[in-house]
T-cell receptor, first 111, second 110 residues
Framework: NAGVTQTPKFQVLKTGQSMTLQCAQD?????MSWYRQDPGMGLRLIHY???????DQGEVPNGYNVSRSTTEDFPLRLLSAAPSQTSVYFC??????????FGEGSRLTVL | QQQVKQSPQSLIVQKGGISIINCAYE??????FPWYQQFPGKGPALLIA?????SEKKEGRFTISFNKSAKQFSLHIMDSQPGDSATYFC?????????FGKGTRLSVIA
């Protein structure tokens, strides 16, 4: 039972480059979300989706795009990476409110 | 605007002692208060949760105490063990995306 799978686990980008963080879940959860974790800042919501074709912004959406074409996948796109986007990114899904299942994270460094 | 305030930022406890982490919230509409545990290099995982219709919930060595009038809730870890060393996050929701506290790094030393 894979749960929530994130790829890649580690990535180094140069300023201005673009990339996509992949997230897939096999629990048939309608709700999926992306958080970033920075030291002393906790977990901050970037974007979330309540089902295929529906996305919404969280607390820190600037610089990130998402789409949700299937129930299983929720990719996070960085169009033009900036050093401020250096962080650990977590994808999570849920069946019930408050009961999130997190992936193991993607550590991104932007030089 | 931070809706859930968590303290302390870090905590060192002797093995066998009691670890206490506190959280305060502002939005009285919140109706579900989970705690998440995160080990280094891993994603957070749901540890225990409470709804505001009860004042306490216990699961093994972990207990949530909830004070609705004060808009506060806390996590107590009894008989703390080195394996409990992790970062703990409180959170709150009312069928909205979870709002997390900033986390508490707990170190249990022998």
């Amino acid at each position: 039972n894979a749960g929530v799978t994130q790829t890649p686990k580690f990535q180094v980008l140069k300023t201005g480059q673009s990339m996509t963080l992949q997230c897939a879940q096999d629990m048939n959860h309608e709700y999926m979300s992306w958080y970033r974790q920075d030291p002393g800042m906790g977990l901050r919501l970037i974007h979330y989706s309540v089902g295929a074709g529906i996305t919404d912004q969280g607390e820190v959406p600037n610089g990130y795009n998402v789409s949700r074409s299937t129930t299983e996948d929720f990719p996070l796109r960085l169009l033009s990476a900036a050093p401020s986007q250096t962080s650990v990114y977590f994808c999570a899904s849920r069946r019930l409110p408050g009961e999130l299942f997190f992936g193991e994270g993607s550590r991104l460094t932007v030089l | 605007q931070q809706q859930v305030k968590q303290s302390p930022q870090s905590l060192i406890v002797q093995k066998g002692g009691i670890s206490i982490i506190n959280c305060a919230y502002e939005n009285t509409a919140f109706d579900y208060f989970p705690w998440y545990q995160q080990f280094p290099g891993k994603g957070p995982a749901l540890l225990i949760a409470i709804r505001p219709d009860v004042s306490e919930k216990k699961e093994g060595r972990f207990t949530i105490s909830f004070n609705k009038s004060a808009k506060q809730f806390s996590l107590h870890i009894m008989d703390s063990q080195p394996g409990d060393s992790a970062t703990y996050f409180c959170a709150a929701t009312y069928n909205t995306p979870l709002v997390f506290g900033k986390g508490t790094r707990l170190s249990v030393i022998a």
